[in-house]
């Protein structure tokens, strides 16, 4: 009896046809919700154009990066040279001068500190100089002729290119005394 109950009751089936239709809208009505849906479409393009000029800007910027991380390399292994001909240098003594092989030499570390120049790579003058942790790596403390705290001796060149450092300046700092006046007394 069940079965027939169910079957005999007829079941409700929305169709496209019963489906409630908008009431038609007023022509300000109209033109209010296609402003309004110009207005979203002009955000979404505008947002979309600034995304991509900030991906082609990152994009560039990225490139930049890899070409002078390539030199930054480069400009490193250079520098390591040009130390070698300037700890070589100072061996030399003055009638060393007139010596053609002393001046092919001398043209040599020149032409590469030239390349370095050019490159935008510049040693950082340290001796005599504040500690400066960013710049300076202290190996060791000495006594020395400088105040306490100042960069005493050079142990290896430090280098700046394009004003961001590539290496740090290692050197010994100077603790404040003086060997030269224990001496005298």
């Known amino acids: ?97 007139e010596d053609k092989n002393f001046k092919g030499i001398l043209l040599i570390e020149q032409q590469l500190r030239a390349v370095l120049e050019k490159e935008n790579v510049k040693r950082i003058e340290a001796l005599g100089a504040e500690f400066d942790p960013t710049l300076h790596e202290a190996l060791a403390h000495i006594a020395s002729e400088y105040e306490e705290n100042k960069v005493a001796a050079i142990i290896q060149n430090g280098y700046t290119m394009h004003d961001k450092l590539i290496r740090p300046v290692r050197v010994a700092v100077s603790n404040g005394t003086n060997n030269n006046k224990a001496l005298e007394e």
């Open 1 to 97: 009896m069940s079965k027939n109950k169910k079957n005999s009751e007829p079941t409700e089936v929305p169709s496209s046809e019963t489906e409630v239709q908008p009431e038609p809208q007023s022509p300000e009505q109209r033109i209010t919700e296609l402003e309004k849906e110009v207005s979203e479409w002009k955000d979404k393009y505008l947002r979309s154009m600034a995304e991509f000029d900030n991906f082609r800007r990152r994009s560039i910027q990225e490139k930049a990066d890899w070409i002078r991380l390539a030199t930054e390399k480069m400009a490193l292994n250079v520098c390591d040279v040009v130390d070698n001909f300037e700890r070589a240098l100072l061996h030399f003594d003055e009638a060393s001068l």
